[in-house]
Structures are given as C-alpha cells and as structure tokens.
C-alpha cells in the first residue's frame, strides 16, 4: 500500500506561482491531475522515479515543472503564470511498479492504484 501525503495548495493571484509536493512511501511513477467543479479529473503532469521522464499536458507545458527528490521520496509540481483556469482540486497520485506503465497509461487516472486527498488550488483574475 502506497501512502500519499500532499501540500502546498492555496490561493494565489493570477501570474502567480505555487508549489504542491507529494510524499510518497513507493510506486513506479507519480503524476499530477486536477479536477475543477463539474468537470472530470484530468492530467496535468507526471514523472517516473527511475530515470526521471516527464510528460505534460498540453495546457501547461512551458509554466508547470514536475521534478522529484528520490532521497525524499517526495515529487513536486511547480506551478509558474497561473491562470484562473488552473482552479481546481490537484491530486497525486502513484502507478504501480508492475507491469511497468507506458506513457500513455501515465496520462490516464486508469494508469494509477494509489490516491493522495487532494489540495485546493484558487487562482484569482
């Protein structure tokens, strides 16, 4: 069983940055998603622990920066230029170490076994 731990959400003025992090106690890779009210949970950004290989969603490649600290175990999403539409509960969330995910399985929630409760992230226009 992973555990997921998150921090870092809050409200922040549009062009405005914050940073989340997800203490994590194992998985294969770890990703970002978000969900705004009324809207599905969709995927932000993702990383594996091994080799460090990113992906972004389209919608905030060149402002958000997923990075990881293997000693720490802990994976952070920097989030730089916020807009309003950033709004929305972030979550982390952990893939399992086997089979080993693809790329494409990393862009999905379906990809992921392990869950973190969420944190709160307002931007403000």
């Known amino acids: 069983q992973v555990q997921l731990v998150e921090s870092g959400g809050g409200l922040v003025q549009a062009g405005g940055s914050l940073r989340l992090s997800c203490a994590a106690s194992g998985g294969y890779a770890m990703g970002w998603f978000r969900q705004a009210p009324g809207k599905e949970r969709e995927f932000v950004a993702a990383i594996r622990w091994s080799g460090g290989s990113t992906y972004y969603a389209d919608s905030v490649k060149g402002r958000f920066t997923i990075s990881r600290d293997n000693a720490k175990n802990t994976v952070y999403l920097q989030m730089n230029s916020l807009k309003p539409e950033d709004t929305a509960v972030y979550y982390c969330?952990?893939?399992?170490?086997?089979?080993?995910?693809?790329?494409?399985?990393?862009?999905?929630?379906?990809?992921?076994?392990?869950w973190g409760q969420g944190t709160q992230v307002t931007v403000s226009s």
């Open positions: 969330a952990a893939a399992e170490t086997l089979p080993i995910p693809t790329m494409r399985e990393l862009q999905l929630p379906s990809g992921y076994a392990y």
